[in-house]
């Protein structure tokens, strides 16, 4: 079954980690695919994969700076001009940090904050109004386990996933009226490049931690996603779906 037949979905960050496994999914379930990277060339290379994977399927690459409106605005329109709209918005192009409180640079909390969430509110906005003009939509944002628990070190990272869950709740009770759902998933630790960032005794301590005794693959954080853009989650806005394997890290 195809979960997302005649659907238009945007993943920002899709070109490699979760966001790819996101975008392909969607692809496999019949969604034409627009995906957003930071450089002309990983979004090219992306495309490259998943139409050697997927021939015929209906992905485009494009390549605004997220930080900046009307890049952003830009592109949202050129996906709904290309295919008619924009039905799904996922919110997934995210960087993270652990630097101690005492080391951090000039700017470099703001720098985590401007994709984090100056990001994801600019890629809301501009998908929402879209969104609204054809009679609804759904907007799903990137969280993380550290929304709930914080972390020991690098607190722009937690800050700025506690500020998506707080865009994700308060964007559900605003959009219902026009039929937009809003949801989060807050995945646990994740088998991708930015997990193989941490040092591996590290790693290898956070996988042994974790009641599932296993690392996420990105494949459990793209179902979850499917799921709640799909049809099967119509009633279901405002939340943060945790997919951790139970961790509390
Ligand atoms: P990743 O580092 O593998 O990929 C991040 C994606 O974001 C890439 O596609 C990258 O191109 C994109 N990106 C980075 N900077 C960008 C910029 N300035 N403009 C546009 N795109 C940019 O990360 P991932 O592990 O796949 O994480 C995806 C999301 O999931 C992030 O929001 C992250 O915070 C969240 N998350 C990941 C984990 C994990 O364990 N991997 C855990 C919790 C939450």
Known sequence: MELLKDKTAVITGGTRGIGLAVARVFLQNGAKTAILGSRKETAEQALEQLRREMPGCQAQGYWPDLT????????????AERWGGVDILVNNAGISQRTPLYEYQPGEFEKIMALNVNAV?????????????????VILNASSMVSLYGQPAGVG?????????????????????????????????????????????????????????????????????????????????????????????
Do not use: H, W
Request: glycine content about 8%; hydrophobic content about 50%; proline content about 4%.
């Open 68 to 79: 900046c409106r009307e890049q952003v605005r830009q592109t949202m329109e050129q996906v």
């Open 121 to 137: 509110f600019l890629c809301a906005q501009a998908a929402a109004e879209i969104m609204r003009r054809q009679g609804g939509g």
């Open 157 to 249: 990272y937690p800050a700025s996933k506690f500020a998506v869950n707080g865009l994700t709740r308060s964007l559900a009770r605003e959009l219902g009226r026009d039929n937009i759902r809003v949801n989060a998933v807050a995945p646990g630790v994740i088998a991708t490049d930015m997990v193989a960032a941490l040092p591996q005794d590290m790693t290898e301590r956070l996988a042994a931690s974790i009641p599932l005794k296993r690392m996420g693959q990105p494949e459990d954080i793209a179902n979850a996603f499917l799921f709640l853009a799909s049809d099967l989650a119509s009633y279901i806005s405002g939340a943060v779906l945790s997919v951790d394997g139970a961790a509390m890290v």
